[in-house]
């Protein structure tokens, strides 16, 4: 007789591969069970916040160059949106980032492959509300009944800008004694203080003449000298102080002229120079303006050059006292309160929806 | 007589472990399991207002100044803290306002006494938790030039504290 002891049943042996496989097929479609657990509007909620963080702490790509200063012919260049000003101060957004991110210029689909991302064609709504400013900025569809959402509540950087009146003029002697038919004024725009200023040394508070829009107002010019002497404007020329090397001597040289000034509190501003001005002038440097000549061991000075009809006393001038171009009693455009009102924060709220 | 070896008799058993594991799996991938998904998006959403509304009033507003939440906590104001943090998570870009509530403390250790945690209120909007909330918890450290606790015998000095604010939706 046979000793079947040891055999193997190949009943045993069937039912177990058949259950092993069954048991792996099983595993492997787990993950797939749960797929329908995930409603589309936890998926729309996620995407929303991940736009929300790109936007709210991200400074976009690329960086450097930011991709903000791109022109419209090289829109492919940029990858991704993001208006933070670095990804060490989230919530706080630059606002040639803001100005730039809601430029009528892009299209839908450079916001959903830029910001939104996705392989799903989502639709969506950014709108951003910033304290003291009438307008809501926003981009994209009206938002339905039902949507995927987040909100941030950030700050945006503001700009500094300088008024130079005539309490100013007369706390620091800006005013020519002498009889003469031109005056010049000048303003130094110090980018080495600026940038590498002792107590201000965070970017979000800096005033970054590269960077950064600089407004300086010139009033109560109709409060100088013999009003009825006409006098014009004749340029605004920036001359630079660049350190080559160490041992070069350091010479002022004109880099630049400026022709778009606001005159006399005219909504828009003039075309060229020379213009006839009677009361004030105001200058706004857009954001960048000074980056194609200056880095940040530049001193940059702004010269504005009036002429008059006939001989004028008492007029605006700091670079008289020791010759033409002296520019030691320059008004300084920096990080004193009294000069220059500094950049502070504005609240603002970004709101993110995805459909 | 044929012979029984290498039959297989477990055919039916075979075919209803086949039914039931394709049953399960049908079962399984049909049925709708409630989860508190949606639950979990409000509190990630409540979580990232309440972080950003703390850590932008713990942002000073310039170079030279202090952050509205550190002169709030030296100050103990409570109704600047009421004002700024329900106007931070409270605002949308549109005309409508949210209407979120919430209670804050402040935390801290007593360094005259050892070392313990001392906590103390520090504001909220008139609507005390009754339980029956789904509140979610935020925080941010906050330094404040301050005597802790009041009458401890040491002049103001640095100290970090923290502030921890319970926000909820009705």
């Not at chain 1, 595993?27 to 995930?38: D, N, S, Y």
């Not at chain 2, 012979?3 to 297989?8: A, D, I, K, R, T």
Request: aromatic content about 10%; overall charge negative; proline content about 6%.
């Amino acid at each position: 007789m046979t000793d079947d002891a040891g055999n193997l049943s190949i009943d045993f042996l069937a039912g177990f591969t058949i259950f092993m496989i069954a048991l792996i097929y099983v595993a492997t479609l787990i993950p797939g069970l749960f797929i329908g657990l995930e409603s589309q509007t936890i998926d729309y909620d996620a995407v929303a916040y991940r736009t929300g963080v790109i936007l709210a702490e991200d400074p976009g790509m690329p960086d450097n160059p930011a991709w903000e200063t791109f022109p419209d012919e090289r829109r492919d260049e940029v990858l991704r949106f993001g208006l933070a000003i670095s990804k060490d101060h989230p919530n706080i957004l630059m606002p040639q980032k803001v100005d730039r991110f809601f430029c009528s210029t892009w299209s839908y689909d450079d916001y959903r492959s830029r910001a939104v991302f996705g392989d799903y064609p989502y639709k969506y709504n950014i709108s951003l509300k910033v304290e003291g400013e009438p307008v809501i900025r926003s981009t994209g569809e009206e938002k339905p009944d039902g949507y995927g959402y987040i909100r941030r509540v950030v700050k945006v950087k503001g700009t500094s800008n300088a008024t130079i009146d005539h309490e100013k003029v007369s706390k620091y002697d800006y005013i020519s004694h002498d009889n003469v038919t031109n005056d010049v004024f000048s303003i130094h725009i110090n980018c080495t203080e600026l940038l590498h200023n002792e107590t201000i040394k965070n970017p979000v508070y800096q005033i970054n003449p590269l960077k950064d829009q600089i407004m300086i107002n010139i009033t109560d010019l109709d409060q100088m000298g013999n009003t009825s002497i006409n006098t014009s404007l004749t340029d605004i020329t920036i001359y630079r102080i660049k350190p080559i090397s160490s041992n070069s001597p350091l010479r002022l040289a004109p880099i630049r002229t400026f022709d778009t000034p606001y005159i006399d509190s005219e909504t828009s501003s003039v075309s060229g120079l020379p213009v006839k001005v009677t009361k004030n002038i105001t200058m706004i440097f857009p954001p960048g303006f000074f980056s194609d000549f200056a880095d940040d061991t530049t001193q940059l000075y702004v010269f504005l050059n009036f002429t008059h009809d006939s001989w004028k006393q008492n007029y605006l001038n700091n670079t008289w006292n020791e010759g033409p171009w002296n520019v030691s009693k320059s008004f300084e455009y920096d990080y004193n309160p009294v000069n220059v009102t500094q950049p502070e924060l504005k609240d603002g709220v970004l709101e993110v929806a995805v459909w | 007589m044929v012979n029984e070896s290498g039959q297989l008799y477990t055919i039916e058993g075979i075919a209803a472990g086949m039914i039931m594991l394709v049953t399960a799996y049908l079962v399984l991938g049909a049925t709708s399991v409630y989860t508190p998904g949606d639950t979990h998006i409000s509190d990630m959403q409540l979580e990232q207002l309440g972080t950003d509304a703390l850590r932008m009033m713990n942002t000073p507003v310039n170079g030279t100044s202090e952050s509205q939440l550190r002169e709030i906590i030296e100050n103990d104001d409570a109704n600047a803290f009421n004002t700024q943090f329900l106007n931070y998570v409270n605002s949308k870009t549109g005309t409508e306002t949210d209407n979120l509530h919430y209670v804050a403390e402040v935390s801290y250790r007593n360094i005259t006494d050892g070392g313990t945690t001392w906590s103390y209120p520090l504001a909220d909007n008139n609507r005390p938790l009754t339980g029956g909330e789904h509140p979610v918890r935020v925080t941010e450290w906050v330094i404040v030039h301050k005597t802790l606790p009041p009458d401890a015998p040491y002049a103001p000095k640095d100290r970090a504290v923290l502030v921890e604010v319970l926000l909820w939706r009705d």
